[in-house]
């Protein structure tokens, strides 16, 4: 029901721009956002933002570099991605809280070059 699309290799200080619809009906969405999982393993919370009022919050290490924004008429959530590091590199996967639990994207690789 998440579809994600917009990773790929980039060099560091590049751009991507994730994207992530919610298809069909999604009972009482609280937020939307992304996780990503790094080379080491280590699963990350890199931002979200509420479906109540549209506040965003980052994680310390993106704040200032990624934007994440929503389209409630799309179900959408975009993650602006810019002046990527090396150490951004990792899977993202989209997640949607909702009423009839939290949905999970498939994931897409982000690969920084150095």
């Known amino acids: 029901q998440l579809v994600e699309s917009g990773g790929g290799l980039v060099q560091a200080g590049g751009s991507l721009r994730l994207s992530c619809t919610a298809s069909?009906?999604?009972?009482?969405?609280?937020?939307m956002g992304w996780y990503r999982q790094t080379p080491g393993n280590q699963r990350e919370l890199v931002a979200a933002v509420m479906a109540s009022d549209g506040t965003p919050n980052y994680a310390d290490s993106v704040k200032g570099r990624f934007t994440i924004s929503r389209d409630a008429a799309k179900n959408t959530v975009y993650l602006q991605m810019d002046s990527l590091k090396p150490e951004d590199t990792g899977v993202y996967f989209c997640f949607v809280p909702s009423a009839s639990g939290i949905l999970w994207g498939q994931g897409t690789q982000v690969t920084v070059s150095s």
């Open positions: 069909g009906s999604i009972p009482g969405i609280r937020a």
